[in-house]
């Protein structure tokens, strides 16, 4: 029987598996704790150990430094207690009035399963019970017979928490979408996950106009940010930027100009970097340069892969917006699993 260790947080103290990472944990006992990847690559989630010690598991030096390590940090994504321990958080996310819901675990079954672009599908899945969620956030995928989850992003709005919707882009190689997603899954199969994960999006109304640029599947999110916000009358004014490299890259374009129609406070503006079309030509971060001679005074959410959305962290930089109105989601590579796991 695996033994149960606890972890003390400011306020809070925490029951937690030794094989138990200490956010899981943290998560389910209704705690929280900052977090992006919850697979140890970005390091949001890094806490100070001030009493007891940890398994490290598999936390990249990368990201996690012997220095580091020395001085008692840990990735909380990554880390389980070998005894019992007490952690500080390094990155403290202030009391803004975001709801926080628990981790939990689903199953639900696939309802769509649809080709949309370019290696690119919708899946949507039918819960067996709902999931609370805020607009942005994501759920873990476990992979049948792998022991492993990737993390997709819901692109429906929390009000449809019986059936959430997923823009999957095929990897070369990956187990979850080339081995699995893009393989053998099939309408009517039955999947296993877990959620809500993650805190970009918006639960609250913002006095800023929002540019909203995303990168591929990094629509989906943005997509869900859409949905909520119009529904609720969160932002003053939405600009929707989509980028992709050929037409076939883009998708969902009728359903967005058909929300422009029905919302003049919403626009939709996608852009093509590789393709001549009648379209927006250039890389979606030039097009927004093109769009805006400031950006002081305006918000903005930025999801997609690292180095578009460090574009347009620099891009926004240069149009005068304030740092602190930039909400940003990369999507990471996800850790390689070996061979004998397979």
Not at 1 to 19: K, N, Y
Not at 137 to 147: F, K, N, R, S
Not at 285 to 313: E, N, S
């Amino acid at each position: 029987m695996t033994a149960e260790h606890r972890v003390r947080l400011p306020g809070r103290d925490i029951g937690c598996e030794e094989q138990q990472s200490i956010l899981d944990a943290t998560l389910r006992g209704g705690g929280w704790l900052s977090h992006s990847c919850t697979q140890g690559t970005c390091g949001t989630c890094k806490v100070k150990v001030l009493c007891g010690t940890v398994d490290h598991g598999a936390s990249p030096e990368y990201t996690l430094t012997a220095e580091e390590r020395e001085r008692g940090l840990a990735l909380a994504c990554m880390a389980s207690p070998c005894t019992d321990v007490v952690v500080e958080p390094l990155g403290v996310v202030a009391d803004d009035g975001t709801p926080r819901y628990p981790l939990r675990d689903y199953e639900g079954t696939v309802t769509v399963l649809d080709d949309i672009a370019s290696n690119t599908r919708r899946l949507k899945i039918r819960l067996d019970a709902a999931m609370e969620f805020n607009a942005g956030q994501y759920a873990e995928i476990l992979v049948p017979g792998t022991g492993v989850g990737r993390q997709y992003s819901m692109a429906n709005a929390p009000s449809e928490s019986r059936e959430l919707e997923f823009h999957i882009k095929r990897t070369d190689h990956g187990i979850a979408t080339a081995g699995w997603i893009f393989g053998n899954l099939a309408v009517g199969d039955r999947v296993s996950l877990r959620g809500p994960l993650g805190q970009f999006g918006i639960a609250r109304r913002h006095d800023e106009p929002a540019i909203l640029i995303g990168g591929g599947t990094g629509l989906a999110p943005l997509t869900s940010i859409v949905r909520h916000a119009l529904e609720h009358d969160l932002l003053p004014e939405l600009h929707l930027y989509h980028g992709g490299r050929r037409r076939d890259d883009l998708y969902d374009g009728d359903y967005f100009r058909d929300l422009e129609r029905a919302h003049p406070q919403f626009h939709y503006r996608p852009a093509l970097s590789e393709e001549i079309w009648d379209g927006a030509c250039g890389l979606v971060t030039d097009v927004v340069l093109d769009d805006f001679a400031t950006c002081k005074g305006l918000r903005a959410y930025l999801c997609g892969p690292p180095p578009m959305v460090d574009a347009a962290v620099k891009a926004l930089k240069r149009r005068r917006m304030a740092p602190r109105l930039v909400a940003r989601e990369e999507f990471t590579a996800s850790t390689p699993v070996l061979s004998s796991v397979l």
